[in-house]
């Protein structure tokens, strides 16, 4: 779902010309958790304006040269960076530390599953015996789950049913 709220974002920003971008600077404004980032595209730069006519060098983004005083000309067409259409695009801002790692969901077992496990577990006496692991594979495979699932219901219930 952010995936699809950033490509929205992208896609809106994409869509903002230069003209309507500060036409309507406020309305624009970079969402919270989004940071607002200039980048120039195609070079708009008319070679031929004194004939009176429209040519472009078909530079399509402007390139930043490592250099840093010619730093503003373009790398690719050797224009200003102000020749190039600017575009207001929006990154989103994601801290690493408030990535947080998704908590393992909990099984959940039906009752006619519960049952048939508290049988069986009954008849391991709630342990996980050595010599019964091929008793306990069979079961695990019967019941479709894993032997670890098992193992961890379990566990987590012995407690329960030492308390009977
Ligand atoms: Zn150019």
Same mark, same amino acid.
């Not at 994409?14 to 980032?37: D, H």
């Not at 909990?106 to 019964?132: H, I, N, P, S, Y």
């Given at each position: 779902?952010?995936?699809?709220?950033?490509?929205?974002?992208?896609? @809106? !920003?994409?869509?903002?010309?230069?003209? +309507?971008?500060?036409?309507?600077?406020?309305?624009? %404004?970079?969402?919270? #958790?989004?940071?607002? *980032?200039?980048?120039?595209?195609?070079? =708009?730069? $008319?070679? *031929?304006?004194?004939?009176?006519? *429209? !040519?472009?060098?078909?530079?399509?983004?402007?390139? +930043? =040269? $490592?250099?840093?005083?010619?730093?503003?000309?373009?790398?690719?067409? #050797?224009?200003? /960076?102000?020749?190039?259409?600017?575009? &207001?695009?929006?990154?989103?801002? %994601?801290?690493?530390? &408030?990535? @947080?790692?998704?908590?393992?969901?909990? &099984?959940?077992?039906?009752?006619?599953? /519960?049952?048939?496990?508290?049988?069986?577990?009954? &008849?391991?006496?709630? /342990?996980?015996?050595?010599? @019964?692991?091929? +008793?306990? +594979?069979?079961?695990?495979?019967?019941? #479709?789950?894993?032997?670890?699932?098992?193992?961890?219901?379990? $566990?987590?219930? =012995? =407690?329960?049913? $030492?308390?009977?």
């Amino acid at each position: 779902m952010i995936a699809f709220h950033v490509a929205l974002y992208l896609f @809106k !920003s994409l869509t903002i010309t230069n003209a +309507e971008y500060t036409a309507s600077t406020s309305a624009y %404004m970079a969402p919270t #958790g989004f940071e607002e *980032v200039a980048v120039y595209k195609e070079c =708009r730069h $008319n070679h *031929v304006a004194s004939l009176n006519r *429209v !040519s472009y060098d078909g530079c399509h983004e402007f390139i +930043e =040269r $490592n250099n840093g005083e010619e730093a503003l000309l373009c790398d690719a067409c #050797g224009c200003h /960076r102000n020749f190039h259409r600017k575009q &207001t695009i929006y990154i989103p801002i %994601m801290p690493l530390n &408030t990535v @947080k790692p998704k908590r393992k969901k909990r &099984t959940v077992f039906t009752a006619e599953q /519960r049952d048939r496990m508290t049988r069986f577990a009954e &008849t391991l006496g709630w /342990r996980v015996q050595k010599g @019964k692991s091929d +008793e306990i +594979e069979r079961f695990c495979m019967e019941m #479709g789950m894993s032997r670890r699932m098992f193992i961890v219901w379990l $566990n987590n219930n =012995r =407690r329960r049913s $030492n308390d009977h």
